[in-house]
């Protein structure tokens, strides 16, 4: 995703020394980084936790990032690292489904993100859209890390499997089989409701957009208020 112009402009600015502009970096992308997160750990607490830790590495990182419209992105990956690590450190990653690791793109180019469209109904309805989100929560954590990466982030395959050190076809079947699950999921509620939603697929990054731009604004911990003197 492409950070807005405003973004890139505070980042050069504390780029370039500028450490009073690290508020308006933390203002500006901190929702999108805080479902980011929260998709992954499931859990408000550490989320702020992993939030606090992501723009700490950010500070600490900035002179690594080389291009401003890639702001986001990069941040992402920082953020999903820090919960990674942190999932690991406590024996909390379920690493179950990790896929056959052979024939992985075969099954993964089988599920196309195009086949069908939500109505624009199903977009403002927010019921509808907080049963979408829990199928998606109800993924194991590598296929959430996954998604978010690949769907919300707008990562390659090629770059989650360098982020996660995992191979490339482990991811292409985690995306896979979560994609199946999605599916099934949705497939599920289309009975229970007597409604149609379609195929979420080609919507995940829409869903998540929007979830961050109505997403409560998280203050600024103090630890990071020093950043700015």
Known sequence: MKAPEELQK?????????KSYF??????????LYVCIKHIVKDKEIASDMLQETYLEISRSIEQLRNTEDFLNWAAVISKRKCYAYLNKTDKLFLS?????????????SIADDEEFIPESIMQDREKRMMIKNIIDGLSDMQRMCVIGYYYNEQKQEEISDELGIPLNTVKSH??????????GILA???KKDTKLYAILPFL??????????????????????LMA
């Open 189 to 191: 509620l289309e009975i």
């Open 97 to 109: 489904d990790t896929g056959n690791e052979g024939g992985g793109q075969e099954i993964f180019e």
């Open 23 to 32: 508020d308006q970096i933390y203002k500006l992308s901190h929702r999108y």
């Open 205 to 226: 990054l829409l869903l998540f957009t929007e979830e961050a731009q109505e997403c409560e604004p998280v203050p600024m911990p103090p630890e990071l208020k020093s």
């Open 10 to 18: 505070a980042v050069e600015r504390y780029r370039n020394g500028e």
């Open 175 to 184: 995306l896979n089989r979560a994609k199946a699950k999605i599916k099934e």
